[in-house]
């Protein structure tokens, strides 16, 4: 379950957004025209990284940013900081691209290949719980039956739109901008659906090597 506060944030989600995403290669268009089509979150097991990916509607495109939000550095990861930012509730939180987390990415690789599901949402208000509507929905064809080997995560790497993530006998993909016709994905992978988008967007995917 993902705990939601009923915080200010300084610089807002939208804000570090429309900042970080012009320094990114895969991004083209006016920041400032960005539309948040939703959301999804994984669970961190340990309960101390948010994670959270935006789907994002910018001049006719449409992309993915997957983020984590910590409450100190993570080690060795300097060059994936997208910022920090004041929230009212925990205080400095340090926003890094996911790609290169790695407890986002063995929730991505829990989600495709054993099937585990996205993270509810929980909005706490005063002394109460109040759940939030799904925003975005992701679904792969993994099993609990399946088991994960022995990930050795390495640096992400991008080309074309795709952040490639070796991790040993599987690399991970993780697309950037999204193709929202329905293409299939022929093996592993993880897809999303969302108000007014119909057909499953593959926004993820495994590669046995």
């Known amino acids: 379950m993902a705990i939601i506060y009923d915080a200010q944030l300084s610089p807002s989600k939208s804000e570090l957004l429309e900042k970080w995403l012009p320094s990114q290669p895969w991004f083209r268009g006016e920041a400032s025209t960005l539309v948040r089509l939703g959301a999804f979150r994984f669970d961190d097991p340990a309960g101390e990284v948010g994670i959270e990916t935006h789907v994002l509607a910018v001049d006719g495109a449409t992309y993915q940013v997957p983020l984590t939000y910590r409450g100190a550095p993570l080690e060795g990861a300097e060059d994936f900081l997208v910022t920090t930012i004041d929230h009212s509730v925990l205080g400095t939180r340090w926003v890094y691209d996911a790609t290169a ?75 950037r901008e999204l193709d929202t016709s329905g293409a299939r994905q022929s093996g592993p992978a993880l897809t999303a659906r969302w108000d007014g988008q119909d057909e499953p967007v593959v926004v993820a995917a495994a590669i046995i090597v």
């Open 101 to 175: 987390d790695p407890v986002y990415l063995h929730e991505l690789a829990a989600a495709i290949v054993l099937g585990k599901p996205q993270a509810p949402e929980q909005l706490v208000v005063g002394d109460s719980f109040e759940a939030l509507p799904v925003t975005v929905s992701v679904s792969s064809v993994g099993t609990h039956d399946a088991a994960l080997p022995e990930l050795r995560f390495e640096a992400p790497r991008t080309a074309a739109g795709v952040t490639t993530i070796p991790a040993g006998s599987i690399n991970f993909a993780v697309l």
